[in-house]
């Protein structure tokens, strides 16, 4: 079964830039859309970017536009989100997901990483 984890969070000062990486095992990514989510302490989860099935197109929600850019790599299986310009509220744990097989961004998203930690403090 297809199966997603995350990695490349961590501690940064505000400004700064984390990649995170989501590697996908069990199936390959090449049939799948892809989402980065974040859900902060108090807050509900925000779908936050997604990738399409076929890579030509992209999404973003408002809140990261312009700071955060979403990409994939089908040769290593792996999809990333570049962050750039952190702030404090960007805060929350980061998970990847994918809608079922063959349905693009958009759908229900089923399967889900653990997610990693972004902390943005001084």
């Known amino acids: 079964q297809l199966q997603l984890v995350e990695s490349g969070g961590g501690l940064v000062q505000p400004g700064g830039s984390l990649r995170l990486s989501c590697a996908a095992s069990?199936?390959?990514?090449?049939?799948?859309?892809i989402g980065w989510f974040r859900q902060a302490p108090g807050k509900e989860r925000e779908e936050i970017s997604c990738?399409?099935?076929?890579?030509?197109?992209?999404n973003y929600a408002d809140s990261v536009k312009g700071r955060f850019t979403i990409s994939r790599d089908n040769a290593k299986n792996a999809v990333y989100l570049q962050m750039n310009n952190l702030k404090p509220d960007d805060t929350a744990v980061y998970y990847c997901?994918?809608?079922?097989?063959?349905?693009?961004?958009?759908?229900?998203?089923?399967?889900w990483g653990q997610g990693t930690q972004v902390t943005v403090s001084l």
């Open positions: 990738v399409s099935r076929r890579g030509d197109n992209t």
């Open positions: 069990g199936s390959t990514l090449d049939y799948y859309a």
């Open positions: 997901a994918v809608p079922p097989a063959g349905w693009d961004c958009g759908y229900q998203f089923d399967y």
